[in-house]
Structure formats: C-alpha cells, structure tokens
C-alpha cells in the first residue's frame, strides 16, 4: 500500500482475515476500532480483520500488509 501525506483509507474491516501490517516508509495513523496507533517505518501490528481499521499516512508511506485466512474459533 502507498499512501501520499494526508491520504487516507476509509474504515473498513476484513472478517475472514488475520492482518499483518510492516510500515516500510513514512508514518502513519492506524485506527483500529477506536483505538489509535502512531506507527513509524519498522513497525510491525498484527491484527484481527474484524476489526475496523483505518490508516491515514502523516508523511509519504509505504506499507506491506499480509492477509491471511483466520483459523476458526
């Protein structure tokens, strides 16, 4: 994902998925829920795709995000 300064994704959510986001460049602002995360380039989250997320890039960013199929529960 690149995201240019100010750009942002709106919130959506991917139910049948574990997210694994590693911000290569920039920084970001990363909604999850309710909750906000500040993330700079090496950060690592991993997250349920239940959830709303959100990013929005600070500065000029590059992300890599892995999808993978959630096991059940």
Do not use: C, K
Not at 6 to 20: K, T
């Amino acid at each position: 994902m690149t995201l240019d300064a100010g750009e942002a994704v709106a919130a959506h959510d991917h139910p049948e998925r574990e997210i694994v986001l590693y911000l290569i460049e920039g920084a970001i602002e990363l909604t999850l829920d309710d909750e906000e995360y500040d993330l700079t380039a090496g950060d690592i989250v991993r997250f349920d795709g239940r959830r709303e997320v959100s990013p929005r890039a600070i500065e000029p960013s590059v992300a890599l995000i892995l999808l993978a199929e959630r096991s059940s529960d």
